[in-house]
């Protein structure tokens, strides 16, 4: 028996300073390094020939140095190393920057394995900084190499000697996590081949093997966790029967615009969910813009009327208290009161709202997560609302329907879900979608430029500032926590923008930033202190600012289709015509698919499902925006097939044994326990 929960520093290869780099990593224990798993493979293992080479490809191939390094000092800083190498095939000329070790490393008339990407111009063919390994000396080529995520001070190298240590020391001693008939039954390889061909393989079918049993496992925990909490919650179906008339249309009378169909549709399905007995458990799917705020309102003033109290939960304490600005403002004229519950209400008043909440002086609850703490009670709480439900643990959901005695449940979003996806993470949910935008919205004209039109479009933003609009330039990271190549962080960002945009008031705003700073910065913009908001995704959900009419995306190939066509509906708020200006940097097809989509077309469910097309299985997406964790291996869209078989395998294994009592199934549950408990889980 090894001891998997042994610290990293034990393992060979691992000193001080790089257990530092590698708790950064989140890697602490050796089961935590040997669970690291690669974002990628390299195929070093296959060589073709010169002549075979294609552009932009990244290949192995084998040829003997023919002429004398040069050496071509630039410019300060700057040396050039270059070499010829030929096979029987032709020849390819190689160069390095800076790397002076190459003069004593690389010798003519030896045989070598270059791995790099390749550059062909007109009758040359070029490849820039290649790794290079002796014939008979290869360590690092002639094999599939797992490439890890790394941290600034670690190299894939040193990662994957580490790993392979810890490897050598755990090999054939995995013990195995699922019970033996699941894996006969579904056919799946045994952990300890997995754990080895997870990270290191021959061939990529070995992978394939490996890959396929480990995302089965992770698949096959959640949805056994999901099951468990729905059976435990699934009591007695019955609810609230809401069956006053509340008279509506008094309520929409005052409403300054007309419902659309889609609106009315949707609104009519949540009402006869409200005026049956049986509890409404309804997700409710609408582009950003569609207007679900008013069939909100809708259902909030129906409850109340019926004389129940009802709760509005959001993620971000700025859109919880946009929503309390509307809501009060609709519905207080017909006697409906409503608070706002965010954590930073001071105590004195905080200790107030609880009082009138608990006996009932309130009628409507809004606020973010704060909603849920344990001191907050309702005395009839009879429908709860989760708004973006997207950003919300799978948990939270649920709690704040405890507070009630089955209260009927409406959680809206604005993420596209497909829906087999969706009946598996919402179960027993029904759904509607509100698939048609208010009319008289304009396009959001969308545009996608390569960095060197930057010039341009900073012009454009000041054009549009000067006429008194404001802008939001987005960046895809806080910090630069991988080294990716021109991903610029929003720090840097933010100091290159102040000078450009000198004449114009200029902020930050990031997800690093304590929730009231946040909140500042985002008052202030709404009240056009700010004209310029240099932004990480934190601004991606439903606030409204119809002033703003231009949105500058930074490193558009980084984001998702969806989450950029959110991003994008922050602006085309107002009556002003507005624009979106997608940077990008990439010679990929893919990326300049995905951008043409992007440009092409405004509607989410459009885009969402041509971007599961075009979305290869390496690509990583997150999970997170469902709010359930991020997987090591499975991917949610493209594992769709593994999901269901995996969903079978988990309820076979529950009906044999409910509770996961049995010796076989011990190592399952404290997967699942260690879930419950995870931080994805449960919070935001
Ligand atoms: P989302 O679905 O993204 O939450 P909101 O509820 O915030 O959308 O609505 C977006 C904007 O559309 C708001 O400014 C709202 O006043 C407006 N709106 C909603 N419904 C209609 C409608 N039927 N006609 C015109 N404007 C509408
Ligand atoms: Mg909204």
Redesign the pocket.
Same mark, same amino acid.
């Given at each position: 028996m090894i001891d998997f929960e042994k610290d990293i520093r034990y393992i060979k290869g691992v000193g001080p300073a790089r257990v530092e780099l590698l708790n950064k990593l989140g890697i602490y224990t050796l089961e935590d390094i040997l669970t690291y798993f690669p974002r990628d493979y390299e195929d070093r293992g296959k060589y073709k020939l010169i002549a075979e080479l294609e552009n932009e490809e990244t290949v192995a191939f084998r040829a003997i140095v023919t002429s004398k390094l040069t050496e071509n000092r630039i410019r300060k800083g700057m040396t050039i190393y270059k070499t010829i190498a030929r096979d029987e095939s032709g020849s390819v000329i190689l160069s390095w920057f800076n790397q002076a070790y190459i003069k004593n490393t690389l010798f003519v008339g030896k045989e070598y394995i270059f791995f790099g990407k390749v550059k062909k111009g007109i009758g040359r063919i070029e490849v820039q900084s290649p790794i290079f390994e002796e014939i008979g000396k290869e360590k690092n080529t002639g094999k599939i190499i797992p490439l890890y995520p790394l941290t600034n001070g670690i190299t894939q190298n040193v990662i994957r000697n580490i790993i392979e240590n810890a490897m050598n020391e755990a090999d054939g001693k995995f013990l195995e996590s699922l019970p033996q008939w699941i894996i006969h039954q579904y056919k799946l390889c045994n952990i300890n081949f997995a754990m080895k061909n997870i990270h290191f393989p021959n061939t990529f079918e070995d992978f394939e093997k490996a890959r396929y049993r480990i995302a089965f496992e992770e698949l096959l925990i959640l949805q056994t966790a999901l099951l468990m909490m729905k059976y435990s919650v699934k009591m007695d179906n019955r609810g609230i029967k809401f069956d006053k008339d509340e008279k509506i249309e008094d309520l929409l009378s005052t &409403? /300054?615009? $007309? &419902? %659309?169909n889609a #609106?009315s549709r949707v609104w009519n399905e949540i009402d006869s969910d409200m005026k049956n007995e049986k509890c409404m458990n309804r997700l409710v799917q609408? !582009?950003? *813009?569609? *207007? $679900? %705020?008013?069939?909100?309102m809708l259902a909030l003033y129906k409850a109340c009327k019926n004389g129940y109290q009802a709760a509005m939960m959001a993620p971000t304490s700025i859109l919880a208290k #946009?929503h309390y600005l509307?809501l009060s403002k609709m519905l207080e004229p017909f006697g409906i009161k409503c608070e706002l519950f965010t954590s930073e209400i001071t105590k004195k008043k905080k200790q107030e709202l609880i009082e009138d909440l608990k006996n009932g002086k309130i009628n409507i609850a809004i606020g973010t997560h704060a909603l849920i703490e344990e001191n907050i009670e309702f005395q009839n709480l009879g429908l709860v609302i989760t !708004?973006?439900q997207h950003r919300f643990g799978v948990r939270q959901r649920g709690l704040l329907s405890f507070k009630g005695t089955r209260p009927d449940v409406l959680v809206?979003t604005?993420t596209p879900i497909p829906r087999t996806l969706a009946m598996i993470l919402y179960g027993d949910l029904d759904i509607s979608i509100?698939d048609e935008l /208010? /009319? *008289? +919205?304009q396009k959001i004209e969308t545009y996608a430029v390569r960095r060197n039109m930057e010039e341009r479009v900073n012009n454009f933003v000041i054009k549009e500032m000067k006429e008194g609009r404001q802008a939001y330039i987005v960046c895809p990271l806080v910090e630069e926590s991988e080294n990716m190549d021109g991903l610029k962080s929003v720090i840097e960002q933010y100091d290159y923008y102040k000078q450009i945009f000198k004449d114009f008031k200029v902020a930050i705003l990031h997800g690093k930033m304590r929730p009231k700073e946040k909140d500042e910065i985002m008052t202030k913009y709404k009240n056009k202190e700010i004209d310029v908001l240099i932004s990480t995704t934190v601004i991606e959900v *439903?606030v !409204?600012v /119809?002033n703003a009419t231009i949105m500058v995306i930074e490193n558009a190939e980084r984001f998702g289709l969806a989450q950029l066509h959110q991003l994008r509906?922050r602006v085309g +708020?107002g009556k002003f015509k507005s624009y979106c200006i997608l940077k990008y940097d990439s010679n990929s097809d893919v990326v300049k698919q995905r951008m043409e989509i992007m440009q092409k077309s405004n509607d989410g469910f459009v885009i969402s499902e041509k971007d599961l097309e075009l979305r290869g299985p390496g690509e990583f997406f997150g999970t997170r925006q469902h709010g359930i964790p991020e997987f090591k291996v499975a991917n949610l869209y493209t594992d769709m097939t593994i999901l269901k078989i995996a969903g079978e395998a988990s309820k076979k294994l529950l009906e044999a044994d409910p509770s996961l009592l049995l010796e076989e199934n011990i190592a399952i549950k404290q997967k699942i326990d260690k879930l419950f408990a995870s931080k994805e889980f449960n919070t935001i």
């Open positions: &409403l /300054p615009y $007309k &419902l %659309t #609106q609408g !582009d950003v *813009g569609s *207007g $679900k %705020t008013a069939v909100a #946009q509307f !708004d973006e809206m604005a509100i /208010p /009319p *008289g +919205r *439903g !409204d /119809p509906g +708020r």
